[in-house]
């Protein structure tokens, strides 16, 4: 005969048993929730939506009160420690879980619990509550209070290894500033975090290995005072740690050495340390778990803007090693996102990463992961095109201006993500600098309109990275492709864009006028459009130009509109000194006073054009400078310590000397 099959009690089922009034029935139905949503998500949204949590909670409050009156101690232990186990497991990696244990008010029962005498009590809690301190959403402890000091410190000694495994939990998720950190290690924690690494167990020599990244984390007066003799040995045990047998101890030993490094750069210098991090961290990368799914990311902070590690990263063949995972497909979103970003961080800064990178046709597969499901490899692909394009030589080549690699750029402006926008953006920026002839493929695909349209976006980010696009689209382009942006975009839009409430908006919008109204002085014209709506906001721009980048997009406009002829000059002078009275003269004159030496250039170049002898119009315009105090400061600068100023400024005064100035 078959066998009889047992059907598992369905949630709306489990949830009316809670409320039971016989104890083993609840007892049961508590464990019976905790076995079904243990790695569940789809079980944990269920009970969830059906309100198990508060009920869950509200029985471990209803045992709190039966201890206090020292009622049924047996079933009362058996509800704590069974209704415990399911909030844990409610949170354990599910931060809806842990919003909904949090919003229950189990939290603050929790804590009180670990007081209780019954081992079982406190080992279900410290379990439960280390599920929430997995979690960003778990409540954070200000450690500069004396009270919540104490209360760590007692965790910490504690004999139950969940104990003070969850102490070292709440540091890594409670530390946040340098002033926690040093008095995390004047209160010798540190010291005590040290010693649990060389003798807990497993599970608690990877929570102090957390903790310790989290307390060294951009200190390095700490790191230096935990490397000193006073507490031994500590950076030989973190290291003997990334030889471990576990893979994931491996890992997390790896990112506390990294952290360490990144901070505090003369530690860890010995290039024997350094090329075993990179071999530990690509052997992780064939974990086929959560380590695995990690060790791109750790490996992406130890080789970051770093140009002696990448070069130790491609001996170590690190790229063909991530082309070989990608190659092979079906890997994790996060993995694979991990992967693209250390790609990304890989061809940064060395052309040969960059030459191995074209010659393994890991560009084919990058464009591939630009139509992936997930945000995260989306975002990350176009991150890997952005380093991969910075190659003047490549993008000489053509490698890039191609309708597979554009047309899914393109349609990525339009992505729901705005973290995706934004970085596909930034790959189109470089992109688009293009130095062959095939700009008419980005027009085609539409690329152009889409920019013009994102430049009007509500996320300040969308904007100026859409103007970042446009304005390298338009460098060193011909007449025609400028004069179709500009229709495109319009004088009214473009001086709003330089009126844009951000910063980063206007210096990008003024950066694109700059471009536009280079070359031809046909090209000039587009600043008088619509009466002169452009120059006139460039004008007030600069007035209150609220950073240095401004004040030098906007005087590089100026200077390329003083480049023109009799009229686009005068047009300039006027700006300077007649919009605003005898305000205008003092914006010239901070600028060339700007410890910016980008801007006293700039300044002074457009002086240049302003006097050149050349123009009819240059005696009038240089003693008009000349009472402003603009000519007297520029002679100030003749040994200023920029090359490019000094070499302007003696243009100037060359000029001036020419109509009989002394």
């Given at each position: 005969m078959p066998?009889?099959?047992?059907?598992?009690?369905?949630p709306?089922?489990?949830?009316?048993?809670?409320?039971?009034a016989?104890?083993?029935?609840k007892?049961?139905?508590?464990?019976?929730?905790?076995?079904q949503?243990?790695?569940?998500?789809?079980?944990k949204?269920?009970?969830?939506?059906?309100?198990?949590?508060?009920?869950?909670?509200?029985?471990?409050?209803d045992s709190?009160?039966?201890?206090?009156?020292?009622?049924?101690?047996?079933?009362t232990?058996?509800?704590?420690v069974?209704s415990?186990?399911a909030?844990g497991?409610?949170?354990c990696?599910f931060?809806?879980?842990v919003?909904?244990?949090?919003d229950?008010?189990?939290?603050?029962n929790?804590?009180?619990l670990l007081?209780?005498p019954?081992?079982k009590?406190?080992d279900?809690?410290?379990?439960?509550?280390?599920?929430?301190?997995q979690?960003?959403l778990a409540?954070?402890y200000?450690?500069?209070q004396q009270?919540n000091?104490?209360?760590l410190?007692?965790?910490?000694n504690s004999?139950?290894?969940t104990v003070?495994?969850?102490?070292?939990?709440?540091?890594s998720?409670?530390?946040?500033?340098?002033?926690?950190?040093?008095?995390l290690?004047?209160a010798?924690i540190?010291?005590?975090?040290?010693?649990?690494?060389?003798?807990?167990?497993?599970?608690?020599?990877?929570a102090?290995?957390?903790?310790?990244?989290?307390?060294f984390?951009n200190?390095?007066?700490?790191i230096?005072?935990f490397?000193?003799p006073?507490?031994?040995?500590?950076?030989s045990?973190?290291i003997?740690?990334?030889?471990?047998?576990?893979?994931?101890?491996?890992?997390?030993a790896?990112?506390?050495?990294?952290?360490?490094?990144n901070a505090s750069?003369?530690?860890?210098?010995d290039?024997?340390?350094?090329t075993?991090?990179?071999?530990i961290?690509l052997?992780?990368?064939?974990d086929?778990?959560?380590?695995?799914?990690?060790?791109?990311?750790?490996f992406?902070?130890?080789?970051?803007?770093?140009e002696?590690?990448q070069?130790l990263?491609?001996?170590?063949?690190?790229?063909?090693?991530?082309?070989?995972?990608?190659?092979?497909g079906?890997?994790?979103?996060?993995?694979?996102?991990g992967?693209?970003?250390a790609?990304?961080?890989?061809?940064s800064?060395?052309?040969?990463?960059r030459?191995?990178?074209l010659?393994?046709q890991v560009?084919?597969l990058v464009?591939?992961?630009?139509?992936?499901?997930?945000?995260g490899?989306?975002?990350a692909a176009?991150?890997?095109?952005?380093?991969?394009?910075?190659?003047i030589?490549n993008?000489?080549?053509?490698?890039?201006?191609?309708?597979?690699?554009?047309?899914p750029?393109v349609?990525l402006?339009?992505?729901?993500?705005?973290?995706?926008?934004?970085?596909?953006?930034?790959?189109?920026s470089?992109?688009v600098?293009?130095?062959?002839?095939?700009k008419?493929?980005?027009?085609?695909c539409?690329?152009?309109?889409?920019?013009?349209?994102?430049?009007?976006s509500?996320?300040?980010?969308v904007r100026s990275?859409a103007?970042?696009?446009?304005?390298?689209?338009?460098?060193?382009?011909d007449?025609?492709?400028?004069?179709?942006?500009?229709s495109?975009?319009?004088?009214?839009l473009?001086?709003s864009?330089?009126?844009?409430?951000e910063?980063?908006?206007?210096?990008?919008?003024l950066?694109?006028v700059?471009?536009?109204v280079?070359g031809?002085i046909?090209?000039?014209?587009?600043?008088?459009?619509?009466?002169?709506?452009?120059?006139?906001?460039?004008?007030?721009q600069l007035?209150c130009?609220s950073?240095?980048?401004i004040?030098?997009?906007?005087m590089?406009?100026?200077?390329?509109v003083?480049?023109?002829?009799e009229?686009h000059r005068?047009?300039?002078?006027q700006?300077?000194f007649?919009?605003?009275?005898?305000k205008?003269?003092?914006?010239v004159?901070?600028?060339l006073?700007s410890n910016?030496s980008?801007?006293?250039?700039?300044t002074v170049?457009?002086?240049?054009n302003?006097?050149c002898?050349?123009?009819?119009?240059?005696?009038?315009?240089?003693?008009?400078?000349?009472?402003a105090?603009?000519?007297s400061?520029?002679?100030?600068?003749?040994?200023?310590?920029?090359?490019?100023?000094?070499?302007?400024?003696?243009?100037?005064?060359g000029?001036s000397?020419?109509f009989g100035?002394?």
């Amino acid at each position: 005969m078959p066998s009889a099959t047992v059907n598992k009690p369905r949630p709306s089922e489990l949830l009316s048993r809670l409320t039971s009034a016989e104890p083993e029935v609840k007892v049961r139905a508590l464990r019976e929730v905790k076995n079904q949503i243990i790695g569940n998500r789809t079980k944990k949204l269920s009970f969830l939506k059906l309100g198990a949590v508060p009920a869950v909670a509200g029985i471990l409050a209803d045992s709190i009160d039966d201890v206090t009156e020292n009622n049924n101690c047996n079933n009362t232990n058996n509800f704590l420690v069974q209704s415990a186990a399911a909030l844990g497991s409610f949170a354990c990696g599910f931060d809806a879980g842990v919003q909904a244990v949090l919003d229950a008010g189990a939290f603050p029962n929790l804590l009180r619990l670990l007081a209780n005498p019954n081992e079982k009590v406190v080992d279900a809690v410290a379990r439960a509550l280390r599920m929430i301190y997995q979690s960003k959403l778990a409540p954070k402890y200000d450690f500069l209070q004396q009270k919540n000091m104490e209360f760590l410190i007692s965790l910490l000694n504690s004999e139950k290894e969940t104990v003070s495994g969850l102490g070292a939990s709440i540091i890594s998720r409670s530390c946040e500033t340098n002033l926690e950190q040093k008095a995390l290690f004047d209160a010798g924690i540190l010291r005590k975090l040290n010693s649990l690494l060389e003798g807990g167990s497993l599970s608690l020599r990877d929570a102090s290995l957390e903790s310790l990244a989290t307390v060294f984390r951009n200190n390095p007066e700490v790191i230096s005072k935990f490397a000193g003799p006073e507490i031994g040995r500590p950076l030989s045990s973190i290291i003997d740690l990334a030889k471990d047998r576990y893979p994931r101890t491996r890992l997390l030993a790896c990112m506390c050495l990294i952290v360490i490094r990144n901070a505090s750069p003369h530690f860890l210098q010995d290039i024997g340390i350094k090329t075993k991090l990179i071999h530990i961290l690509l052997e992780l990368l064939d974990d086929p778990g959560q380590v695995g799914d990690e060790a791109p990311f750790a490996f992406s902070s130890l080789i970051a803007q770093k140009e002696d590690l990448q070069k130790l990263a491609l001996e170590a063949n690190a790229i063909d090693k991530f082309h070989h995972h990608i190659k092979k497909g079906s890997l994790h979103p996060r993995r694979y996102e991990g992967i693209l970003l250390a790609l990304a961080d890989m061809c940064s800064k060395l052309e040969s990463c960059r030459s191995k990178f074209l010659s393994l046709q890991v560009l084919n597969l990058v464009a591939d992961a630009l139509t992936d499901y997930n945000a995260g490899v989306r975002a990350a692909a176009c991150i890997c095109l952005k380093s991969v394009t910075r190659s003047i030589k490549n993008l000489s080549a053509g490698y890039f201006m191609n309708e597979t690699i554009v047309i899914p750029l393109v349609q990525l402006f339009l992505d729901p993500s705005t973290s995706v926008q934004v970085a596909a953006l930034g790959a189109t920026s470089n992109i688009v600098v293009d130095f062959t002839t095939r700009k008419s493929i980005f027009v085609q695909c539409g690329g152009m309109k889409q920019l013009v349209q994102l430049a009007k976006s509500m996320e300040s980010s969308v904007r100026s990275n859409a103007l970042w696009a446009l304005k390298n689209f338009v460098f060193q382009a011909d007449n025609r492709l400028k004069e179709g942006v500009f229709s495109e975009l319009t004088a009214s839009l473009l001086s709003s864009l330089i009126r844009d409430p951000e910063p980063s908006v206007q210096e990008q919008a003024l950066a694109l006028v700059r471009n536009l109204v280079d070359g031809c002085i046909n090209l000039i014209e587009f600043v008088f459009a619509e009466d002169g709506l452009i120059l006139g906001a460039i004008g007030r721009q600069l007035q209150c130009a609220s950073k240095a980048e401004i004040g030098i997009q906007g005087m590089y406009a100026l200077c390329n509109v003083a480049s023109g002829n009799e009229f686009h000059r005068e047009a300039v002078m006027q700006l300077l000194f007649t919009q605003m009275g005898d305000k205008n003269q003092s914006f010239v004159v901070k600028f060339l006073q700007s410890n910016d030496s980008q801007l006293r250039t700039a300044t002074v170049w457009t002086i240049v054009n302003l006097t050149c002898p050349s123009s009819p119009g240059a005696p009038c315009r240089l003693e008009k400078l000349r009472n402003a105090g603009i000519v007297s400061q520029i002679k100030n600068m003749v040994n200023d310590p920029c090359v490019d100023v000094k070499l302007r400024v003696r243009t100037v005064l060359g000029q001036s000397m020419a109509f009989g100035d002394n």
